[in-house]
């Protein structure tokens, strides 16, 4: 192989690699302090949700999730990834319904992982709650006294808005490793 094409080929990753971290810099200018603002706002709500959160392998935060539907619902956030306290990663939720459904509504949802099976599982995208699938549905307010179903608990918050359903869907993760956000400590 020619030296100028391998130097082609080396620039161009670089230019990727230095575009990829460019993006992640937008990331955490907006996304963390966001996560640490609600995590923050749920700890005087409902005191031993940080706790838990201390004690567990890892934690997924989506501090605005937005939903809306007219028969068929769709919602989507975004949200970061911690393992120890340490930003590992960032998360999108992408969730379908399918049911009777009318309004809107904007929600925070934590997944709490009790092992680093349960973390796998969920950067593997094989990680799905949704009504009678892995995770359950924990009562907010109700973290001091949480059991993990499959070594995972989902707090669900509301934030506002009016959503009218009898629907069945379920839920989608996305994960993608962090570069830079490794130098952030979660602030619990």
């Known amino acids: ?28 200018q907006t996304l ?19 706790r838990l959160l201390e004690r567990a392998h890892g934690y997924a935060v989506f501090p605005s999730i937005g939903k809306a539907a007219v028969l068929v619902g769709a919602a989507f956030g975004k949200g970061e990834v911690f393992e120890k306290g340490e930003l590992i990663g960032y998360a999108g939720i992408i969730q379908l319904t399918l049911g009777l459904q009318l309004g809107g509504q904007t929600f925070t ?8 099976q349960a973390l796998n599982r969920f950067k593997q995208g ?3 709650p949704a009504a009678n699938a892995s995770a359950a549905l924990v009562k907010a307010g109700a973290a001091a006294s949480v059991a993990y179903e499959k070594g995972v608990a989902v707090f669900l918050y509301s934030d506002g808005g009016m959503m009218l359903e009898a629907a069945v869907g379920g839920q989608k993760f996305i994960f993608r490793p962090a570069a830079l956000g490794r130098l952030e400590k979660a602030r619990l």
């Open 109 to 116: 949802e934590i997944i709490a992982f009790e092992n680093k």
């Open 126 to 128: 094989k990680l799905a």
């Open 32 to 50: 963390h302090p966001a996560v640490e603002a609600k995590l923050a706002q749920l700890d005087e709500r409902h005191p031993g949700l940080l």
């Open 1 to 28: 192989m020619r030296v100028s094409t391998m130097l082609g080929k080396l620039a161009a990753k670089a230019a990727n690699a230095l575009e990829g971290l460019e993006k992640e810099v937008q990331v955490l």
